[in-house]
């Protein structure tokens, strides 16, 4: 029940309450404790019950004062404990406040179609002009290029969702001749492995009871059990590949069904075709048909030579090793989809910490109110503008933290992925260095953003 959006909504209303009776409360401490402290017992003994009574008072509305301000930020912590769970493979704790009937809006909201329309909305909002770029057909080489790379990485997330096969496989391979020359890294010490909901037992529990058996053979029938979205990610992923310059490429989405998927730019496979040449395989065009022969020629021969044969056409083609590069960034985006690194970001960039910032506004607020109460409403909307400015640029530079980390977390999941694709991960660490170098380009083209800078 607390691991809801909506249950943070609920605890800053109750701050809210709790928060606006704080200057109440206050001035009623300060009273009693002005009045215990007047009475004096030395020249009125007679009043030394009543001094008491008011000093009990005061330190008890004190303790209510304090459990004003402590209840709210309670209440968050008790349900971000409530909404932790280890992220899978790497065991890092992080909080997503998102119920199992949300997740599965959004799942809802991006299979299919939905996808594509959903990305071509970001990317028309993310070009200033207001239109996407074009996107490549799927008869483009390229965009086979990619989607066959793609698909060899799948069957690696396939690997690690299969956690007893992981396990048979790496003990065959220490055990086999070729253990010492192929990279296979060992299962992980967090497998990925669905997360617990209880919705989900509730939904794996019998329609009726055993005592009334053909009631329950018959709801049996028409019932069928509901499988949350998370129970459920992995493979297909959708694949877009839009024709833009920039070298880069993001991931989106989370859910089964093509939920999830990655956008390559074209701009970044031409970074890596131009770093070093491609292979040119040749490829012979199709013989024409022979020309018909006359009666003449059929009974006598031609004497006019053959006509030459045209030039073998040249069609561009990736090396392996430009290959294993493409592999490195779909690997590293498809472990953000596997990490469920968009449902993290969404729960905290658009519930967790908004509440957080608005609880922390209104409680140095109260904490002012002797101040606000003398200057007057100008001075107190001056400060909740203050405030609310310097605690969201604290919570951008915190998301920025989390952004980091989530890259280097992906990058980390990333080499595993390559390795049981049959990648060697090695490659990475030449990608990434290259990706990170500042001098430009070959053939004397722009400079493209660095793999370290956000994702659009």
């Not at 330190?59 to 004003?68: K, V």
């Not at 594509?116 to 008869?139: E, F, H, K, M, N």
Request: aromatic content about 8%; glycine content about 8%.
């Amino acid at each position: 029940m607390l691991k809801s959006s909506s249950t943070l909504g609920v605890v800053q209303t109750i701050g809210r309450l709790m928060l606006s009776l704080f200057p109440v409360m206050w001035v009623k401490t300060r009273v009693l404790g002005f009045m215990s402290r007047l009475i004096d017992v030395e020249k009125h003994p007679q009043l030394a019950a009543k001094q008491a009574i008011y000093a009990l008072r005061s330190q008890r509305l004190q303790y209510f004062t304090f459990a004003l301000i402590a209840i709210p930020f309670g209440l968050i912590g008790l349900t971000a404990l409530a909404s932790s769970e280890r992220t899978p493979l790497t065991g890092r704790w992080r909080v997503i406040l998102l119920s199992p009937a949300e997740e599965e809006a959004i799942s809802a909201d991006l299979q299919g179609q939905k996808w594509y329309d959903t990305v071509r909305d970001i990317l028309a909002q993310s070009s200033g002009t207001g239109q996407a770029p074009p996107i490549l057909a799927q008869g483009d080489w390229r965009w086979t290029w990619v989607d066959q790379t793609l698909r060899r990485l799948e069957q690696a997330v396939r690997i690690l969702h299969n956690t007893e096969g992981y396990r048979e496989a790496y003990e065959q391979h220490l055990i086999s001749q070729d253990g010492d020359r192929v990279l296979y890294p060992p299962p992980p010490k967090y497998p990925l492995l669905p997360r617990g909901r209880a919705s989900s037992l509730l939904h794996e529990m019998p329609v009726h009871s055993d005592l009334d058996h053909e009631k329950g053979a018959e709801a049996a029938q028409h019932h069928s059990h509901h499988v949350a979205p998370h129970t459920l990610l992995g493979p297909p992923y959708s694949l877009l590949v839009v024709n833009k310059d920039e070298s880069n490429a993001f991931s989106y989405g989370f859910g089964p069904g093509g939920a999830g998927g990655v956008v390559v730019y074209s701009g970044f496979l031409d970074d890596i075709l131009d770093r070093k040449p491609a292979a040119l395989p040749v490829i012979q065009p199709p013989a024409p048909p022979p020309a018909p022969k006359s009666l003449w020629s059929s009974v006598f021969g031609s004497s006019s030579p053959p006509a030459p044969s045209p030039p073998p056409l040249s069609l561009p083609g990736p090396t392996p090793e430009q290959t294993s590069k493409l592999a490195t960034l779909l690997a590293h985006e498809l472990s953000h989809l596997v990490l469920s690194h968009h449902i993290e970001t969404l729960s905290k960039g658009t519930i967790l910490f908004p509440s957080v910032v608005s609880i922390a506004v209104d409680t140095i607020r109260s904490l002012l109110y002797p101040l606000t109460f003398v200057v007057g409403p100008f001075f107190g909307d001056a400060l909740d503008r203050t405030l609310r400015m310097g605690l969201d640029d604290l919570a951008k530079a915190g998301e920025s933290c989390t952004n980091t980390s989530l890259e280097i977390e992906a990058d980390i999941i990333s080499a595993r992925i390559l390795a049981l694709a049959g990648f060697d991960p090695r490659v990475a660490i030449e990608f990434w260095e290259e990706r990170m170098d500042d001098s430009p380009p070959p053939k004397g083209k722009n400079v493209r953003p660095k793999g370290n800078e956000a994702h659009p």
